[in-house]
């Protein structure tokens, strides 16, 4: 006689499982996940303005400061540094009057509620004036270990694209979900 053997370990399973979780989270499916969980209280609360900041420096708060590309590329494959600070959880009310995007892309009037806590950091409600239209959203970065993920939900209202090639006003609506290491 010989026991069946079990086709996984207990440990296993659990470690799937989250990764299941981790996953149906990101794209949001199931019925529970559809709706962001609730966050915990804030050892931090306020309100902060500021008359401009590059998106960048906001970004780093659960990046790590922004690695340097090499000449010719767009982006780094520089792993993602460790984040400056390992601060208490906040809410904080931010408004910016000029948010520096990228390749000379500004939005104004850029305001959203700023809730960071354990490498997490959420953008909620954001709204901003664009390139002659407006956008709004939600966005929700964590940081695990060496690796990234960015959920969220972005609206954009008649929002000006002058590209070689393509020009025009875009309306839409995006989900979207990343992962990466760099």
Do not use: C, Y
Not at 22 to 27: I, S
């Amino acid at each position: 006689f010989r026991p069946v053997q079990p086709v996984a370990t207990l440990e296993a399973l659990s470690q799937a499982h989250a990764e299941v979780s981790r996953a149906e989270e990101a794209v949001g499916s199931g019925g529970a996940a559809n709706a962001p969980p609730a966050p915990a209280p804030a050892a931090i609360e306020g309100e902060l303005t500021i008359a401009r900041a590059p998106l960048g420096a906001v970004l780093a708060l659960a990046l790590g400061p922004p690695q340097q590309a090499r000449g010719g590329t767009r982006w780094s494959e520089a792993r993602f540094a460790a984040p400056p600070l390992r601060p208490p959880s906040a809410a904080v009310k931010l408004r910016v009057g000029t948010l520096d995007m990228s390749d000379g892309l500004a939005a104004r009037d850029f305001k959203t509620t700023l809730r960071f806590d354990k490498g997490r950091l959420d953008l909620d409600d954001f709204a901003m004036q664009i390139a002659g239209g407006a956008a709004n959203g939600r966005a929700m970065l964590r940081r695990d270990g060496d690796a990234a993920t960015l959920t969220g939900a972005l609206n954009l209202d008649s929002v000006d694209i002058d590209r070689p090639g393509f020009s025009g006003r875009v309306s839409a609506a995006l989900d979207f979900a990343s992962t990466g290491r760099s």
